[in-house]
């Protein structure tokens, strides 16, 4: 239900266009070899606690994928090493779950209009914590 209420206001207020919704890793791949994405947003526990997504590696091929598309993680990491590693990497930006909503759209629009390193609030002040 949330994924969709922000599919619709994406679409309606930042003209992104969504393809779908991929509730698997394999529903993931397809639709991004079928189709081009605006915008990806990528929960890394979503798939059913798979932790596919937490390995760093796994988060740069996606990246690699299509150097092109704005990317956002959305997540519960708390790790300040993680989450600095997660916003150095190129046009993806990083969201916690903790965030308000008008921090996650906020981030949305500035990676969508060609922003690096974004992170929202939270994600600061955790990342700060390494320093």
Wanted: proline letters at 3%.
């Amino acid at each position: 239900m949330y994924a969709e209420g922000l599919q619709a206001y994406l679409q309606r207020d930042l003209g992104v266009k969504i393809i779908d919704i991929a509730s698997s890793k394999l529903e993931l791949i397809s639709s991004m070899s079928d189709n081009r994405h605006d915008l990806l947003i990528i929960d890394p526990w979503y798939f059913h606690g798979e932790s596919w997504f937490t390995d760093l590696n796994c988060l740069r091929t996606i990246r690699n994928y299509d150097r092109a598309m704005p990317i956002i993680v959305f997540t519960a990491e708390t790790d300040p090493a993680i989450l600095q590693n997660m916003a150095g990497i190129e046009r993806m930006g990083v969201v916690s779950k903790w965030d308000e909503l008008r921090h996650l759209l906020d981030v949305c629009d500035r990676v969508v209009s060609g922003e690096h390193g974004v992170i929202s609030p939270i994600i600061a002040r955790m990342r700060n914590e390494i320093h």
